[in-house]
């Protein structure tokens, strides 16, 4: 036990003079440069870290010395993500609501409140800490270490070794298989609890858990590093990634969610929002996706699959395993939101961190009118057949700036992303490219023009980012091409048609969405200072 507690204390005097000091990951020229938070997020990190919230207000250097010296973030101080030890409601960094009913459901409103906040907000991230347990444990400081939340949900380790020798005569795609290592291929020098691991295998499955790879751990008799069995050692804090389909952006960004709420749940230091780190894709296919400039929000450098690394044992000083994209009621895919709730402060702030990352900005309003989104599908299914007609007639109305896209391949997605955060209502048929409402304004309306009989898929999405929904609402008035088949089942299916729209109906839906928007306070008090913008720079000219 003692050696126990010299390990842990060891690690922790490290972890100290790090905080004060420059490291490889952390240019001198550039001290505070793993930080790079938004400034609605710089209160909550800073309380996590008061010893370099110390140092940086005192630090003439420090980028963020004058906003933590600014009454905004002093009035700001006490507040909290939602998971730390000692946060209230009142502190956290968003407050859900539900105002919807909870009968039938929980026994009382709190209950309402508190199971939303544990199932889609930061209560999900608090949890898999509490249930975070040590599966192999340290003897010494430079022995390994690996723990892991309940069902091997999310796990991080030490000085891990992962054998991928016999990558090197596997010829068939890796992709979703869960016999990529063997047993003894991963391990590390600790004390393993194996009973304990093998009591969290019940969700095996390729993007479920961890329990395909881990259920393979075994005690190494040596510290893999020191006793030079690794042929690559990988310096960099890691982050080995079993993705979601990267060509299709609902599911792709539920692992880029996935990853930013595995951030918190790794917050045990002031680099975790650090992009030097190394990302590891756990299959053979060389990552293409046309959401790649996501990845700029968590890492600087090039991403690696299991090619990279076929034929060698590799050695991972700091790992993580992080939350899975298809988790059993997991984020967001299979997600059992309860009724009647809304707003995430996890995929709130998830969208502003992305936002803040990418540097895409709310710009500056030449008139008063709302910004219109139509999203243009150029598919085989599911395409708009009198488009055109639609947008003609929203055009003629002066209140309304209306622009019609088509978020293709020939469109950066940063580009996208502006385009949607400018937008006060979002229109498109069902469909991935719906999943931009994570990224709209507070006010904004998603107008899922037609759920194609899946109404809860966006609508859920939407009550999760704490957006106003809006889809079809008369039947009658929308006209498809056909009855729709599935393409590889003899069995009729809406999405695999096309649909044209009753004109007056859909102008009518228009109205709908802009009264609520115009009616909300966070778009009140963006046009005044909106407006107040306009006037400064006309004022200059």
């Keep these: 036990m003692e050696r126990v507690r010299s390990a842990v204390l060891a690690f922790s005097v490290t972890i100290l003079l790090l905080l004060v000091q420059c490291t490889p990951y952390v240019a001198c020229d550039k001290p505070y440069a793993y930080i790079n938070l938004s400034k609605a997020h710089l209160p909550m990190y800073f309380r996590r870290f008061p010893a370099l919230e110390k140092q940086c207000a005192e630090d003439e250097t420090c980028p963020y010395r004058s906003v933590i010296a600014s009454q905004s973030y002093q009035n700001r101080k006490a507040s909290c993500w939602g998971y730390e030890e000692g946060c ?27 199971t ?13 800490i509490r249930e975070t347990r040590i599966m192999c444990e340290p003897q010494f400081p430079h022995d390994s270490s690996l723990e892991c939340s309940k069902y091997l949900r999310f796990c991080r380790g030490r000085n891990l ?16 298989k869960m016999d990529v290592l063997g047993p003894g291929q991963i391990g590390g020098h600790c004390r393993l609890h194996g009973e304990r691991l093998r009591d969290e295998l019940e ?24 006793a030079g069995r690794c042929d690559v050692v990988i310096e960099k804090p890691a982050f080995i990634m079993k993705i979601d389909a990267a060509i299709n952006m609902y599911h792709h960004f539920c692992d880029f969610l996935n990853l930013y709420a595995s951030l918190h749940v790794n917050l045990s230091h002031a680099w975790g929002f650090d992009t030097d780190t190394q990302v590891l894709v756990w299959e053979s296919f060389t990552y293409l996706s046309p959401f790649a400039d996501t990845f700029k929000v968590f890492t600087k450098n090039p991403i690696a699959d299991l090619k990279t690394y076929a034929g060698k044992v590799v050695c991972f000083k700091n790992v993580v395993l992080p939350l899975l994209p298809r988790m059993i009621f997991g984020l967001y895919y299979n997600t059992p939101i309860i009724n009647g709730c809304e707003n995430s402060g996890l995929f709130h702030a998830f969208s502003e961190h992305v936002l803040h990352r990418l540097r895409v900005r709310m710009t500056t309003r030449p008139d008063e009118r709302l910004r219109i989104t139509f999203l243009s599908r150029q598919t085989r299914y599911r395409r708009v057949l009198n488009e055109d007609e639609l947008v003609a007639r929203i055009a003629q109305n002066p209140n309304y700036a209306v622009e019609r896209v088509s978020y293709g ?47 809860n898929c966006y609508r859920d999405l939407a009550r999760l980012r704490g957006v106003h929904y809006l889809s079809w609402e008369r039947d009658h008035l929308v006209y498809p091409e056909g009855e729709g088949k599935h393409p590889e089942r003899d069995e009729r299916h809406a999405k695999f048609t096309n649909y044209a729209f009753d004109v007056n109906e859909f102008d009518r839906l228009v109205a709908k969405a802009a009264k609520y928007v115009k009616a909300h306070k966070e778009f009140q008090k963006y046009s005044n200072t909106n407006a107040n913008r306009r006037q400064v720079k006309k004022d200059e000219l």
């Excluded at 909870?102 to 709190?110: E, L, N, P, R, T």
């Excluded at 054998?163 to 596997?170: G, V």
């Excluded at 994570?438 to 194609?452: D, G, N, S, V």
């Design 161 to 176: 070794m992962i054998n991928f020798t016999d990558l090197a005569h596997r010829t068939e795609p890796l992709r979703y």
């Design 203 to 226: 969700h095996i499955s390729p993007l479920q858990s961890w329990g395909p790879e881990l259920r393979f751990f075994q005690r190494l008799e040596q510290p893999p590093i020191e």
């Design 116 to 128: 939303f906040f544990s199932q889609a907000d930061f209560g999900f991230v608090r949890d898999q």
């Design 409 to 455: 391949h020939d469109l950066p997605f940063v580009e996208q992303l502006r385009i949607t955060r400018n937008s006060d209502i979002f229109i498109g048929m069902h469909g991935a490219g719906l999943t931009h409402l994570l990224f709209l304004p507070k006010w904004a309306t998603l107008f899922e023009l037609y759920h194609c009989e899946d109404p």
């Design 88 to 114: 209230t409601e009142r502190n956290r960094y968003a407050n859900h609501s539900c105002p919807g009913s909870h009968i039938g459901y929980v026994k009382s409103k709190q209950a309402h409140l508190d």
